[in-house]
């Protein structure tokens, strides 16, 4: 290992400032390592970092004098440990600056004695003459977001979408549980350790590393690590021009579960191995995308669909790009004002056009049935639709939760908890994971264990108003009407929706106060713009006993398509409507299945 350069300091964070790194990404780019590999050797190393209570500075520190003297002190045992027992280092070089890097040709020779030192162990640990019960057995795994060793900031989204690749490649393998992109995030730049990461993720392996991309190149650096002991298992670096970064990804996915043997089909295998090449211009594009559709707000969305169909401008046989444009156009159908039949052209001609490109896409399948759902109803087809992403996809949380929506309009509450609960083991930290499981709660009337996941997806996420409304909708239920105002009044402080205001009307309703209630009703009525719940205010005039006017809107809703009509069979608002014969008239004109009890039915 080349000597660094000399620098002398006492460890004040006051008196070498040109010395000092003030961050832990300072110092993981000096040493040429990722922020995981860096926090280890402090812990068990002893590699020297200061901390300070300063309000304008970074938590930690360290000198490059320091780190000089304890790498001269520490490299060669170091080097030793990462050929032997986990294989090439995760970056490339030491702790060094422009003065002190090592050289190219040594770096080449390094990476090709720990590749081989790699290759000799792997060898002696899996060629069946190691016992097995020796073998640390992994089926789930987190790979946490990858560190971008770019140097610019800029280039986040370039490693947020090999991280996602990864997760999504990893996915496809039925017998491994792989947690989403969404859980996994919330880990990017921690300092807690790998054990704790894994016990909050309740996985056996994660998999760390970093991504740099350099001109018209791409290098990957992973490490595979026993989560509960900390043990490296396995580390291997990649480099690639950005024409063939899809088969990168693919490769990495088949050198995990090579490495932790993990059972993979034979399609499986195919599907990973599949990527081609893509054009490099078209698929920043899709990262972009990608990197913008995971914020979930409007003006995000608006950029992710501006990405997308510019990735599909450039190269029209990107399948990928489709899949991303349909997804979004349906999240801002979903989660915006923009009326949800404004969103439905766009995002089928999406799928559609992704699907007839490559018609392994589940994101695509998804899409797909969530449409054929809510405004074909055509429940067989869309049930198939989703369970075939899920057979191309089994850790897809989508295609779960899509899934666990569609059996909760059908009335299969106990099928919908398991889709749901699926998608939850795949995806713990989502707060919109928890809000749907208390809404299939609600509607399956457990109304108290409803309001014990919409807390969680509270305490997920404080201001996720969806969930306080919902849990408004249990508390009136239960006749709790003090409390279900005041879930609404929190809702009101987040941000209330435009049209939303049925809740609280629906509310005065049953508290007697008629007017209140039409007053609201009044204002909902006199909007011209946005987007009103059809389906809500029809739940209010219900509520005041106008069975007239609660079916007008909701056959209106039924023909324009301008709102989630697909859950009014199970939404307890409507109970006292099922007894009308008008009621039978509604289902049938969505194609419901008609259940065993239904009036007429016998």
């Not at 460890?11 to 000092?20: N, S, Y």
């Not at 899934?403 to 939850?424: E, F, K, N």
């Amino acid at each position: 290992m080349n000597k660094l350069s000399p620098a002398s300091s006492s460890g004040r964070p006051d008196e070498r400032p040109a010395d000092r790194l003030d961050s832990w990404k300072d110092i993981s780019a000096y040493l040429k390592r990722d922020v995981s590999t860096v926090q280890r050797w402090e812990k068990r190393e002893g590699m020297p970092v200061h901390r300070h209570l300063h309000h304008t500075l970074g938590s930690v520190y360290a000198f490059r004098s320091e780190l000089d003297a304890w790498w001269q002190a520490r490299s060669a045992r170091i080097e030793r440990e990462e050929e032997r027992g986990a294989g090439t280092p995760s970056a490339t070089g030491s702790a060094a600056g422009a003065e002190g890097t090592i050289s190219v040709r040594r770096w080449r020779l390094l990476a090709a004695v720990g590749a081989l030192g790699l290759g000799v162990a792997i060898y002696l640990l899996f060629d069946g003459r190691t016992p097995t019960g020796t073998r640390r057995e992994i089926t789930s795994l987190a790979v946490l977001p990858l560190q971008n060793l770019s140097g610019d900031p800029t280039q986040d989204y370039f490693a947020d979408g090999v991280t996602e690749a990864l997760i999504s490649n990893l996915a496809r393998i039925r017998a491994l549980r792989v947690v989403s992109r969404t859980s996994v995030m919330r880990f990017k730049g921690t300092q807690a350790s790998l054990p704790g990461i894994a016990r909050e993720l309740n996985v056996d392996a994660v998999i760390e590393g970093s991504v740099q991309r350099i001109g018209d190149r791409a290098r990957i650096s992973i490490q595979l690590i026993h989560a509960p002991t900390d043990a490296h298992l396995w580390a291997r670096e990649y480099e690639r021009e950005l024409t063939d970064v899809l088969k990168l990804e693919g490769e990495v996915a088949r050198a995990v579960a090579e490495e932790i043997r993990i059972q993979v089909t034979a399609e499986e295998r195919d599907r990973i191995a599949s990527a081609g090449t893509v054009n490099p211009a078209a698929h920043q594009e899709y990262l972009q995308g990608r990197y913008h559709l995971w914020k979930f707000l409007d003006e995000d969305l608006k950029r992710a669909i501006g990405h997308f169909e510019r990735a599909t401008q450039i190269d029209p046989g990107y399948a990928a790009a489709y899949a991303g444009l349909s997804y979004a156009w349906w999240v801002r159908g979903v989660l915006t004002n923009m009326r949800l039949k404004d969103a439905e052209p766009p995002a089928r001609a999406a799928a559609r056009k992704a699907l007839a490109l490559d018609d392994r896409l589940a994101d695509a399948y998804t899409v797909q049935g969530y449409l054929q759902c809510i405004f074909d109803w055509d429940w067989a087809r869309a049930e198939n639709s989703i369970k075939h992403a899920l057979e191309l996809d089994p850790n897809n949380v989508d295609a779960h939760y899509t899934y666990s929506l569609l059996l909760m309009a059908l009335g299969r509450s106990s099928d919908a908890m398991a889709q749901i609960q699926r998608a939850a083991e795949r995806d713990p930290f989502s707060a919109q994971i928890q809000s749907t499981l208390g809404r299939i709660l609600y509607r399956a009337r457990r109304f108290d264990d409803a309001i014990s996941h919409l807390n969680q997806a509270i305490v997920l996420e404080p201001r996720n108003s969806q969930a306080y409304g919902r849990l408004g909708d249990v508390y009136e239920e239960m006749g709790k009407y003090a409390e279900a105002l005041a879930a609404n009044q929190r809702v009101d402080a987040l941000g209330r929706a435009p049209g939303d205001n049925f809740r609280i009307a629906r509310i005065y309703a049953r508290m007697g106060k008629q007017n209140e209630a039409r007053q609201i009703l009044d204002a909902l009525r006199d909007r011209s713009a946005g987007r009103r719940s059809l389906t809500g205010s029809a739940s209010v005039y219900a509520a005041l006993g106008d069975k007239d006017e609660a079916f007008r809107l909701l056959f209106r809703n039924v023909e324009e398509r301008d709102d989630l009509a697909i859950f009014v069979n199970e939404d307890p608002p409507f109970d006292e409507l099922h007894s009308d014969p008008r009621w039978q008239v509604l289902l049938r004109r969505m194609n419901f299945p008609m259940k065993a009890d239904a009036p007429g039915n016998h």
